[in-house]
């Protein structure tokens, strides 16, 4: 509760006119209201006015064409020239005035608005926020790997238009909520949906925050059009802005608030738990990012202060604890837009204005306890370079605000104008990210860099919660950046699927442990400097080992357990849904476990149980479970083990793709010394980014003092293939030791893919932990499946092996041999691009044409002679990344044309379709081709379709010319 001046009149007058300066009181004197007070019966109005004077007090929507009254009430006006007016705390309709604006008017004058500024009704719960060891965090695609990762804070979208309905479906398909005396409708799917990923999160032991966003959408059921700021018109923005402008849309969002408070924030955990609620989106960028309208500052922010106030006093009705965010982008001072140099005052704003703004305003209509989320991405999005940010200056006048001069709004936000009851408004970091600006190793090593640094920023500066990643997964949709700790996987039609970790994604999982100055030592020679203390201020590195090391012990494979004590019993009783799990059913042959369509292969689905009272080993080293996987794939099953002091110990077990139980089992043996086990949980995970209906089944899981030896291959393998300049390749076998007890030896042999020598490889020296890389020569000119084959012992492990690729021109050396073909003028080498996507596709530069005007039909061409011919005889297809501008008026389409001519005489072309304002692949088959024994030349061109515009003038960009290897 908010402490007001409330305790005596003189106190009130004071604080609205001080007796040495203002004016005395009279009957001119306008009303003014100086606070509202949300009781557990009634809502009590202060204020002063002229003494004698009757104040008629009203109640009504936060809307800003707030239309009729809800409640009235009238006071008089004392002596001393104070008032006291009482309302009902719920008006007989059934509406909350907790969400009202109230006006005092007396005499024919008629006060400001006022809103609700001090709640003592109690929360229904008052427990405290989410305890996280760090500020690392996440913004969660994988619930299940950032568990893995020891992700302490989670940031969550949630589009009400998704969830939210302007009308019901069945009742299987609707959830109904009661808001204002109300009913309202709500998607069970999308809300079931939501509830797997919060409560993924939150059981992992993550602070939640759900960002709260207006998507437009095509859905008639959908309430997007009613949350809508009725200001956006039907067009534009990416977020929309809420609509606090009418009573509908000021009930719809309280409803939508109400529900999400009171279905995350309850003491049993059913759905999970969000302790933070983040209103909008970068809202100073508003009009691609809060999408209002043209609206200057100050409209803007009267319409989103009520859309904040509502989140806030919705989501404290249910936690005492729970906080509210106004959300920013990293402009300071220099308002950001697609053309900083453009000044729309009307469309974007400075954040340090909307910052002061927003305070002055909230001040005058009832402080209230709103927070930032704060976006401090590098100046350039697309370089990670943060720390040489030119603009990020340590000044408040800094035209951006990065994680180079991050407190300079900490510093700010200290000021007396911007505090909250004598207390700076507290920051999280909840969205950034570092771009990784190329495919090769450099670049990864770069973004790594970037979030070390970032990292360590936020660690040290006071006033920073939480510094929440954006993203888990490279995404296709973000305009080139790739920001994910993951690879996304090209070939997949999901955006976001994931491929591989990058470098970054070690950095990341081990940067609030103890080796955090292991995993971040190559940044220092990558930023120029000898140590974190020379640009980190406070920087002390006996503070970074916030959280422990999970540690991997060894596993079996195929076990006979002896004498195994079960932890289930035949229906596994106090065992609950791990990630991932969106169905289960328990039968006499065990927990059947089904994944649906939306979860990759590769992600870990299963259950978990934990001991309020936690117990010991007692000589039982081996943790087992009988399990049986998918039946059409290799899968790992992972036994994962916390203690009652927080420690994770987890084993690693390969099981076949035969669908058959196997006994796995962890060697907990080093465990003893380590105290009691609280938490245990079996995990299942497949392969690849496939997404699709899966089943896995648990039957028991049990402690046992004995474990045989494995009968199964337990070690992973993944291959990758390198081809070099002259197409010839190897391919580079990497093995992971899983196995307690090791394993001898294996045979590498071809198995109707890639053919391989075959070579008997030593896995004596392969422990737990241990990693070996072996290359072995590839020919990649037969066709197959692609993969090559192990044997260990009498299992047999199928090691998928992709085409590889090998770049043969990216442009970051220069753009020799190229020259302007038919209608081009020029071509040049180029660094940004004044179209989507704005970036090159790899690396930091593209080869740009100019072309001339003429009738959009005409292909316009850029020409590459080889002086060497090429011999690409041992490739699949020639690649290139094709970008064009778009705007040809009337045009029904787009066409790329490559050709290739060979010494012979010979060509091979294509001529296919693509869209402009992107980067597009083309790809010239060289199968079945004499010539590609000796290609002499490349022609690449473009030309728009159905246009009737008489000359057009557009430019293209050709980038990262490739082939791809194998039949």
């Known amino acids: 509760m908010r402490a007001l001046v409330a305790g005596t009149a003189a106190a009130v007058i004071a604080a609205l006119v001080p007796a040495a300066q203002g004016p005395a009181l009279g009957a001119e004197t306008a009303p003014e209201i100086a606070g509202v007070t949300y009781g557990a019966e009634q809502v009590e109005v202060r204020g002063v006015a002229a003494p004698g004077e009757t104040v008629a007090v009203t109640a009504s929507s936060a809307a800003t064409d707030a239309g009729g009254a809800t409640a009235e009430g009238t006071a008089s006006v004392g002596a001393d020239g104070t008032f ?77 238009g998704q969830i939210m309905w302007t009308r019901p479906g069945t009742a299987a398909e609707t959830v109904e909520y009661v808001s204002g005396g109300r009913t309202f409708w709500f998607s ?67 409803a939508a608030m109400e529900l999400l408070a009171d279905r995350y924030t309850r003491e049993d955990r059913r759905y999970g738990r969000a302790d933070g609620f983040i209103m909008g989106n970068e809202v100073d960028a508003q009009w691609e990012w809060s999408h209002s309208g043209d609206k200057p500052l100050d409209a803007f922010l009267d319409g989103y202060a009520r859309a904040l106030r509502i989140g806030w006093l919705a989501t404290t009705k249910f936690s005492a604890s729970a906080r509210t965010y106004v959300s920013m982008t990293h402009s300071w001072t220099r308002p950001s837009g697609a053309n900083p140099d453009e000044a729309a005052p009307t469309r974007y704003y400075a954040g340090r204005d909307l910052l002061d703004g927003l305070a002055a305003l909230s001040g005058r209509t009832g402080d209230f306890p709103w927070h930032v989320a704060y976006h401090p991405y590098p100046q350039d999005l697309f370089d990670p370079t943060v720390w040489d940010d030119p603009d990020a200056t340590d000044s408040p006048d800094a035209p951006v605000v990065t994680f180079r001069n991050l407190n300079v709004l900490t510093d700010y936000l200290q000021r007396p104008a911007l505090t909250y009851d004598g207390a700076a408004r507290r920051v999280i970091l909840s969205e950034q990210g570092c771009n990784t600006r190329g495919s090769d190793e450099e670049a990864e090593r770069l973004q790594a860099a970037c979030y070390a640094y970032a990292y360590y920023r936020s660690r040290f500066l006071p006033g920073i919660d939480s510094f929440i990643l954006h993203r888990h997964v490279d995404h296709g949709g973000e305009g080139g950046l790739n920001l994910g700790l993951w690879a996304r996987d090209t070939t997949s039609a999901n955006p976001a699927a994931p491929l591989r970790p990058k470098l970054v994604y070690d950095v990341f999982r081990d940067i609030d442990t103890a080796r955090s100055l292991e995993a971040t030592a190559f940044a220092k020679d990558v930023i120029g400097i000898d140590d974190w203390s020379e640009v980190i201020p406070g920087f002390d590195p006996a503070a970074l080992a916030e959280r422990p090391v999970t540690r991997t012990v060894g596993s079996g494979a195929g076990v006979r357990p002896v004498n195994e004590s079960d932890l289930t019993g035949a229906d596994f009783a106090g065992w609950t849904l791990g990630h991932n799990v969106s169905a289960a059913t328990v039968t006499e042959t065990g927990w059947q476990l089904t994944s649906g369509g939306g979860t990759f292969d590769q992600q870990w689905r299963g259950i978990g149980r934990t001991w309020d009272q936690p117990f010991a080993l007692r000589g039982r080293r081996w943790l087992t479970a009988a399990l049986a996987g998918f039946a059409d794939e290799e899968v790992v099953a992972r036994l994962r083990v916390t203690t009652a002091t927080g420690q994770v110990v ?95 030896s294996a045979l590498l042999r071809s198995c109707g893919g890639w053919e391989v020598p075959t070579t008997r490889i030593d896995l004596r020296s392969l422990h737990v932990g241990r990693s070996r890389t072996l290359e072995v020569p590839v020919d990649v000119s037969t066709t197959g499946s692609g993969a090559v084959c192990l044997d260990v012992g009498d299992d047999t492990v199928a090691v998928p092996v992709a085409a590889p690729r090998l770049t043969l021109e990216g442009f970051e050396s220069g753009a020799s041999g190229w020259a302007p073909g038919d209608h081009v003028s020029a071509v040049s080498r180029v660094g940004t691009l004044a179209n989507g996507p704005g970036r090159p596709y790899a690396g930091a530069w593209a080869l740009e044409a100019v072309g001339t005007a003429a009738a959009p039909g005409a292909l316009r061409t850029v020409t590459r002679t080889f002086t060497e011919p090429l011999d690409l005889s041992a490739a699949r297809a020639l690649d290139l990344q094709l970008n064009a501008y778009g705007g040809a008026t009337g045009a029904t389409g787009y066409r790329a044309v490559a050709r290739l001519t060979a010494a012979d005489g010979t060509t091979r072309e294509v001529d296919v379709a693509f869209s402009p304002d992107r980067w597009n692949t083309v790809s010239v088959p060289l199968a079945d081709w004499s010539g590609s024994t000796a290609i002499t030349g490349l022609t690449v061109g473009m030309r728009a379709v159905g246009s009737t515009l008489p000359a057009w003038a557009p430019r293209f960009q050709v980038d990262e010319l490739a082939v791809s290897l194998g039949r």
Do not use: C
Request: without cysteine; hydrophobic residues 40%.
């Open 84 to 160: 006291r007016a009482v309302l009902p705390r719920v008006t007989d309709a059934g509406t909350d005035l907790r969400y009202a604006q109230f006006v005092a008017a007396a005499g024919g004058v008629a006060s400001p608005a006022h809103f609700v500024d001090d709640v003592t009704a109690p929360a229904r719960a008052d427990f405290p926020p989410t305890p996280v060891r760090s500020k690392k965090g996440l913004q969660v695609q994988l619930t299940d790997d950032a568990e893995d990762l020891g992700v302490q804070s989670a940031a969550i979208n949630v589009s009400l």
């Open 188 to 254: 069970r799917s999308a809300l079931e949906s939501l509830d797997r990923q919060i409560r993924g999160s939150s059981e992992a032991g993550s602070s939640v925050d759900l960002i709260i966003l207006v998507y437009r959408s095509g859905d008639s059921r959908s309430a997007a059009s009613v949350l809508t700021d009725p200001g956006a018109g039907t067009s534009g923005g990416t977020v929309m802005g809420f609509n606090t402008k009418t009573p509908e849309g000021v009930a719809y969002l309280t």
């Open 650 to 744: 987890q084993s690693d077990a390969r099981l076949p793709s035969d669908g058959s139980v196997r006994t796995v089992a962890a060697d907990l043996g080093s465990l003893l010394a380590h105290g009691r086990i609280a938490k245990v949980q079996v995990w299942v995970r497949g392969t690849g980014s496939r997404t699709r209906a899966t089943t896995v089944r648990v039957v028991r899981v049990g402690l046992t003092p004995y474990a045989s030896p494995s009968t199964a291959a337990n070690l992973l393998a993944s291959g990758e293939i390198e081809a070099k300049a002259d197409l010839s390749a190897v391919l580079r076998l990497h093995l992971d030791g899983l196995d307690a007890r090791g394993q001898d």
